[in-house]
């Protein structure tokens, strides 16, 4: 079973910043946090991940809570291009995880005109 | 750098038959792994193949399988096809499997009549 929660959908206007919450209360020490998206039709595509500092990179920012129970992904400025389904995934080493991402239902961000 | 690459895109089979679909990961990378995306049941992981071998399985029944060869090209297989098994079948690839971000390919979309 997926270990985060997510909301289902979420709105967001064009040009605006789009804020997907990621809820994963029972990450361990040594797990990291994945964000992935999938336009319809495609393969999910990496955005980024992160441990317990915030990171960015040119897709978008991660901010991650002091406790490292819950995360935010930041897409700065929503195009129509972002509407996809965003997951949010919680992955740790070990041999049980190559190779292996455990896919929760997403939220469905729908970007407005 | 080319992308994963899936073949074929589409293919219609009827129920009792087998069949095997292809990837090609990106140059470089040696783990491939393989995911089953349906409506009901959302993005599931079936295995992960690393230097031709099996390195981690999902929970999917032996009628899946899959091998690897000395090129990293990777095939799945799945022999006495349900009408279940229609399905996006993915195909993701990483330098090592570890905890890495995976790149994954289009798919290929199997329609079982």
């Known amino acids: 079973d997926a270990k985060t929660t997510q909301p289902t959908s979420m709105d967001c206007a064009e040009g605006r910043a789009a804020n997907l919450p990621c809820n994963h209360s029972?990450?361990?020490?040594?797990?990291?946090v994945y964000w992935y998206r999938q336009i319809h039709s495609q393969g999910p595509q990496y955005i980024i991940h992160?441990?317990?500092n915030n990171e960015t990179n040119e897709m978008a920012s991660l901010i991650i809570t002091e406790d490292r129970k819950s995360s935010t992904l930041i897409l700065p400025h929503a195009t129509l291009r972002d509407t996809a389904v965003y997951y949010c995934?919680?992955?740790?080493?070990?041999?049980?995880?190559?190779?292996?991402?455990?896919f929760g239902q997403g939220t469905t961000l729908q970007v407005k005109p | 750098k080319a992308g994963v690459t899936q073949t074929p895109r589409y293919l219609i089979k009827t129920r009792g038959q087998q069949v095997t679909l292809s990837c090609s990961p990106i140059?470089?990378?040696?783990?491939v792994s393989w995911y089953q995306q349906t409506p009901g049941q959302g993005l599931q992981f079936l295995f992960e193949?690393?230097?031709?071998?099996?390195?981690n399985k999902g929970n999917f029944p032996g009628r899946f399988s899959g091998r690897q060869f000395s090129n990293s090209r990777s095939e799945m297989n799945v022999s006495t096809l349900e009408l279940g098994d229609s399905a996006l079948y993915l195909c993701?690839?990483?330098?090592?499997?570890?905890?890495?971000?995976?790149?994954f390919g289009s798919g290929t979309q199997l329609s079982v009549l």
């Open positions: 993701a690839s990483s330098l090592q499997g570890s905890n890495e971000k995976l790149f």
């Open positions: 029972t990450i361990s020490g040594n797990e990291y």
């Open positions: 992160g441990l317990k």
């Open positions: 995934i919680v992955r740790g080493y070990g041999s049980g995880n190559t190779g292996k991402l455990i």
């Open positions: 140059s470089g990378h040696r783990s």
């Open positions: 193949y690393f230097s031709e071998t099996q390195r």
